[in-house]
């Protein structure tokens, strides 16, 4: 496997992280997931954008300008002979003596390779089932930090019933997945929690938006509660690995008749569409 570090495409075998990078030590770092489709990154504008806001946000700032970045993804796409899958980068403050405080001239430390992949398909097809849990995080979900050691705990929680997300709740209202944005559909409108600091305002989210407006489907960005939730006529997740995963099953009751909804149907293949008209025209 070929990494791209700090500008540089190299074996997998030559990377070094010092002790001291402050990623490996408090997680002060940000990241992106970009999938890969036919070689063509979907949305990368939309992410590399995200990762310099998040970088912003925290104070660290990315030693590359944006449409350098762009093409050394590119360049690490092509020497990977990527056609499809996932594609990790992150971003480091950088490598300094452990103290919380830090000097601002350390240097940023960036890497990128691609994921192992994974096949979604039947998921997609099937529907998957979730869990409730309490959002029980910092209040700067929107930036997409490294830290994720809550997402991973109720994460893994989720897995070891068996399920495929844990959907969140603060104060009552739904939030997001651990991974994941969660849209609920009741009596043809779809709602989804609004883009502020109690959520990661997510890509896939954000191009369905378009999606549900270009197609002429009425949308909320709009809370609603847990009880919304259980009683809504549609469930689905959202992540650019996963795209649009209905649920079935939350809590072990069944979402509606237990079995994906009409409207997730035509919103996967708008969505599918989409991808499709976005990455073919697009310059690989
Ligand atoms: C907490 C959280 N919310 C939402 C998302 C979905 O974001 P995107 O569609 O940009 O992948 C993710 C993706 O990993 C996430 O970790």
């Known amino acids: 496997m070929k990494v ?26 940000v990241y992106e997931v970009i999938n890969v489709y036919d070689g063509v990154p979907f949305t990368l504008d939309e992410h590399i954008e995200r990762l310099y806001r998040s970088a912003q946000e925290i104070g660290i700032s990315i030693n590359f300008e ?24 992150q971003v480091t403050r950088g490598v300094a003596p452990r103290t ?41 979900c929107d930036i997409k930090s490294l830290n994720l050691l809550y997402n991973i705990m109720i994460k893994q929680k989720a897995y070891e019933q068996g399920c495929f997300e844990a959907i969140l709740i603060r104060d009552g209202v739904v939030t997001e997945g651990t991974s994941s944005n969660v849209f609920i559909i ?10 502020t600091n109690l959520i990661l305002n997510g890509i896939t989210r954000q191009k369905l938006l378009e999606v549900y407006h270009e197609n002429g489907w009425t949308f909320k960005e709009h809370p609603f509660t847990t009880q919304e939730l259980l009683e809504a006529d549609e469930v689905f997740v959202t992540s650019t690995t996963s795209e649009v995963v209905p649920v079935i099953s939350i809590d072990g009751k069944d979402v509606n008749d237990g079995r994906p909804g009409s409207l997730t149907r035509k919103i996967q293949q708008a969505f599918s569409l989409t991808v499709k008209n976005e990455t073919s025209s697009a310059v690989g």
Not at 68 to 82: A, P, S
Not at 187 to 192: A, K, M, R
């Open 186 to 195: 009741k009596n043809g409108t779809i709602y989804t929690h609004p883009a």
């Open 100 to 140: 919380h405080q830090y000097l601002k001239d350390i240097s940023s430390k960036l890497v990128a390779y691609p994921l192992p992949y994974k096949e979604m398909s039947e998921s997609r097809s099937t529907g998957v089932t979730a869990i409730t849990e309490q959002d029980l995080r910092w209040l700067r």
């Open 66 to 89: 944006s449409d350098h970045l762009k093409n050394d993804i590119r360049k690490l796409i092509q020497e990977n002979d990527m056609k499809k899958g996932g594609l990790y980068l």
């Open 4 to 29: 791209l570090v700090d500008g540089e495409i190299v074996a997998r075998s030559a990377v070094k992280v010092d002790m001291e990078d402050r990623g490996y030590q408090f997680g002060d770092g």
